[in-house]
């Protein structure tokens, strides 16, 4: 037998308590102003629920959270391509993609979000489909009566958090500056770092896949803290910046003082070129006639300039190393050799070598001279020819010499 009608002949909390009383299994399909939904029960419990069924919620909740990885998404996205009969969240944890726990908590939080949502349908048509499974069955059990009195506490609430939020075209954006230090804790913080002074509530709500209730309440608990400023999506940039996100307030603000920071580009010091010190130029020029400051010496330049008047005491001695600065560029003269006025190596017939050894002390004029050894000198004959012969040697003195030499 099918069990369908219209919302407005029977409200939504009696189909729910019909079903459970008779214990039905099957999926509840709902229908207001083109929007779908449905509530999957087995022998009465609710095992899941989605206020939109062209959506995977369950999915997009566990994405939002960050917990599951890429690798994983794909794998279970092709497993329900493959038309198992799963769904996405029970293809994760079929891979243990997921933690178990997690996701039942998961499942359990969209559920109740799900059915709040439809309690507010206040008309539509219902159908229910008789031993219809639910895909995404990760174990979760609910029993109708707790799902509507969480429901109903929502309802209560929501007209609080409504006029703080009271659109989900409005959008929030961030305050410039805070009251005091923000304290969040981590479900704040995920959707937190989701506003962007763009982004509308119903579009915050689409990226989070929790449910419209979990949305604008944590949103308005946010805004009631001062963390969070809500304005309408079609509100006009004021002067006060309502109208702009957090980040174009910082910079309209900034610009105003562009006018006042004007850019004067700063030069560089200039570094004095280094000099010689007074009259070094002079010099090192007299040893290079033909030579000036700047012409090049081998591969180098010379590097000096000529000191002026205004040039400081200490100066540094600029260009490469320079060796003809210092070594004279051609040698210096040397003396020709002596030559003698006679052979001093020939061997005269008058003339015999005589060699000395000893080891004896010398004394002259009472001066010590130390020990000579293998003194080498030459004997005249008696007639003393080559002395005789040379009119520049003083024949008394040499022969005075040559006796000294043999007494030693």
């Excluded at 994760?92 to 059915?115: F, H, Y």
Aim: proline share 6%; charged share 25%; net charge negative.
């Amino acid at each position: 037998m099918k069990l369908e009608g219209s919302l407005d002949a029977f409200s939504l909390p009696d189909v729910f308590q019909l079903l459970s009383f008779t214990k039905k299994t099957g999926g509840l399909h709902l229908a207001s102003d083109g929007s779908d939904g449905v509530v999957f029960f087995a022998t009465g419990q609710v095992t899941g629920a989605s206020a939109d069924s062209s959506r995977q919620p369950l999915a997009r909740r566990l994405v939002g959270s960050g917990a599951v990885s890429d690798e994983a998404l794909t794998a279970a996205i092709a497993a329900v391509a493959e038309g198992e009969g799963l769904g996405v969240v029970r293809a994760l944890l079929e891979s243990q993609a997921v933690d178990a726990e997690l996701l039942r908590q998961a499942a359990t939080d969209q559920s109740v979000d799900a059915i709040f949502d439809l309690l507010r349908w206040v008309d539509g048509d219902f159908a229910f489909v008789m031993d219809e499974g639910n895909p995404d069955d990760v174990g979760v059990s609910l029993a109708i009566e707790s799902v509507l009195a969480d429901a109903e506490a929502r309802r209560t609430s929501w007209d609080s958090v409504s006029k703080v939020v009271p659109s989900s075209k409005a959008v929030p954006t961030m305050p410039v500056v805070l009251g005091s230090d923000p304290v969040v804790n981590r479900e704040e913080w995920s959707l937190l770092a989701l506003v962007d002074g763009r982004r509308t509530v119903g579009e915050l709500v689409d990226l989070t896949g929790s449910g419209q209730y979990a949305v604008v309440s944590t949103l308005a608990a946010l805004v009631q803290r001062g963390l969070l400023e809500v304005r309408a999506e079609d509100s006009a940039d004021g002067a006060d910046g309502a109208g702009e996100d957090h980040v174009a307030v910082v910079v309209r603000r900034q610009q105003l003082l562009a006018g006042l920071e004007a850019f004067v580009p700063v030069e560089a010091p200039a570094v004095p070129e280094p000099r010689p010190a007074d009259g070094l130029a002079d010099r090192r020029d007299q040893g290079h006639p033909g030579r000036r400051s700047g012409d090049k010496v081998g591969n180098a330049q010379v590097g000096l300039v000529n000191a002026s008047a205004e040039a400081p005491e200490t100066v540094m001695l600029g260009g490469a190393h320079v060796p003809e600065d210092v070594v004279p560029p051609r040698p210096e003269p040397f003396l020709p050799r002596r030559q003698a006025e006679f052979d001093e190596t020939a061997t005269s017939p008058g003339v015999r070598p005589v060699s000395v050894q000893t080891s004896t002390t010398s004394h002259v004029g009472g001066r010590s001279f130390g020990d000579v050894v293998g003194a080498t000198a030459t004997a005249p004959d008696q007639d003393s020819s080559v002395i005789e012969r040379d009119p520049d040697v003083n024949r008394s003195l040499m022969l005075r010499l040559i006796a000294g030499v043999r007494g030693l």
